[in-house]
């Protein structure tokens, strides 16, 4: 079966730069979404179309997809950063496939 | 502002089935996929399928073929799914937007108890 895998967790201290990763299932052919779900709340969309931003997300979040590895990228972390980060892309039957997720501590 | 609510937490018997409703608003709702993702507690997301709410067409992952149902209601912009399953999950909808999902509902909590 096909598998996207990122690590099951990153920790940061406030202030720094948090980078979380996402490949092992051609992320670099495909385009990949981002999502964050903090504790007891629905995922929200975060980085759309490898890089790009929705309405409403600050700028600290960034992504990029290059080779076979994605990368969110959140700078200038803060406590309300904590969560869990997914990764998602579409795979060869048109379905859409999630990574396992990183929970992101901030120290 | 695009917007799903769904319906509330529901407690139910092993080997009986649960219909979970999702109500769109702020957008035309037959304009856009409605997705539909489970989530066990502690672990991560998995999708489960999608319904065309213009045209009623489905498609489930095979994990779920089967056992899910997903229907709608234009008249009320409302995107339901029917489950027959033993896990405790969270079930989420989602609108489909160009590969993404956004928004998202808040979740509907499925508990499994005898």
């Known amino acids: 079966s096909s598998v996207l895998t990122q690590p099951p967790s990153v920790s940061v201290a406030p202030g720094k730069t948090a980078r979380m990763t996402c490949g092992g299932y051609s992320t670099g052919k495909n385009s990949v979404n981002w999502y964050q779900q903090r504790p007891g709340q629905a995922p929200v969309l975060v980085v759309s179309?490898?890089?790009g931003r929705p309405s409403g997300i600050p700028e600290r979040f960034s992504g990029s997809n290059s080779g076979s590895t994605a990368t969110l990228t959140i700078t200038r972390v803060e406590a309300g950063d904590e969560a869990d980060y997914y990764c998602?892309?579409?795979?060869?039957?048109?379905?859409?496939?999630f990574g396992g997720g990183t929970k992101l501590t901030v120290l | 502002q695009a917007h799903l609510v769904q319906s509330v937490a529901e407690v139910k018997k092993p080997g009986a089935s649960v219909k979970v409703s999702c109500k769109a608003s702020?957008?035309?709702?037959?304009?856009?996929?409605v997705h539909w993702v489970r989530q066990a507690p502690g672990q991560g997301l998995e999708w489960m399928g999608w319904i065309n709410p213009d045209s009623g067409e489905t498609n489930s992952a095979p994990n779920f073929q089967g056992r899910v149902t997903m229907t709608r209601d234009t008249s009320i912009s409302t995107a339901f799914m029917e489950l027959t399953s033993d896990d405790t999950a969270v079930y989420y909808c989602?609108?489909?937007?160009?590969?993404?999902?956004?928004?998202w509902g808040q979740g509907t909590l499925v508990t499994v108890s005898s």
């Open positions: 989602a609108r489909g937007i160009n590969g993404w999902f956004d928004p």
């Open positions: 179309d490898d890089s």
């Open positions: 702020g957008y035309t709702f037959t304009g856009y996929y």
């Open positions: 998602q892309v579409w795979d060869t039957s048109s379905d859409p496939l």
